[in-house]
């Protein structure tokens, strides 16, 4: 016979020997491993086959400047014109060849996750730094195309959408995981407030495109 203690969480056969028996991660679910690596492989799905996208309509506009790209809808959704400003290219070379590569990571995270695959802090904290990064710069071409290009990219807002989930629970995962160190109380907080931090964000989001093109909205012209 076996008896459990419930303190301990450890099994004690009756020769005396103990052994111990894992236990359930007191943790939200979302910053388990394989929720949280099922989050990994969708938003980086989502991600790369937009950027993806990106790439191959960028490949026929330098071809053809006439070109028109898949989602050329008006003067204000449209690819092809926001692929011809200089934000387009910030780093000397189009800005979604950064996305083929950096989703694909994501996706290659998620993917070992799911395997049974554990990382290192380190690798977490690399991972941080590089998804806030990508967040960032996300937030900043999301500005320029509402406030100086004035056009919105709908393969680009595809990626923003998948940005936020992605920054928000990689961060809650990496606060309850002791990885970056916030209070207890603020760290239980932050981990199941993820979904309404996430929602909040694409409110915030939708409600800067509505007013920043009110004019659109309310049949006026000019910006």
């Known amino acids: 016979m076996t008896s459990v203690s ?25 910053t388990r491993n394989k929720p949280f690596g099922w989050l990994l492989v969708i938003t980086g ?11 191959l309509e960028k490949l026929e506009v330098l071809k053809d400047p006439g070109y028109k790209t898949v989602c050329d809808v008006n003067p204000w959704i449209s690819c ?4 011809q400003t200089w934000q387009s290219s910030v780093f000397g070379f189009p800005n979604m060849f950064i996305g083929i590569v950096a989703f694909a990571i994501i996706i290659t995270t998620g ?17 941080q730094a590089g998804v806030t990064l990508g967040f960032a710069f996300v937030v900043w071409l999301w500005s320029q195309a509402l406030y100086s290009i004035h056009i919105l990219c709908p393969f680009c807002m595809i990626v923003w959408a998948a940005m936020i989930p992605l920054f928000v629970w990689l ?28 929602a909040l964000l694409y409110v915030a989001v939708t409600a800067s495109i ?4 009110l004019h659109i909205f309310v ?5």
């Open 171 to 198: 961060t809650a995962r990496n606060i309850t995981h002791g990885v970056i160190k916030v209070p207890a109380p603020a760290a239980r907080i932050i981990g199941e407030s993820g979904w309404i931090i996430t």
């Open 111 to 127: 993917m070992a996750l799911l395997s049974g695959a554990t990382f290192a802090p380190w690798y977490w904290a690399g991972l």
């Open 80 to 83: 092809g014109q926001v692929m």
């Open 6 to 30: 419930k303190s301990t969480l450890t099994m004690k056969p009756a020769d005396g020997s103990a052994t111990s028996a894992p236990a359930q991660p007191d943790i939200p679910l979302l």
């Open 210 to 213: 509505f007013f920043a093109f």
């Open 219 to 223: 049949g006026t012209s000019g910006f």
């Open 45 to 55: 799905i989502i991600g790369w086959l937009a950027s993806g996208a990106l790439v």
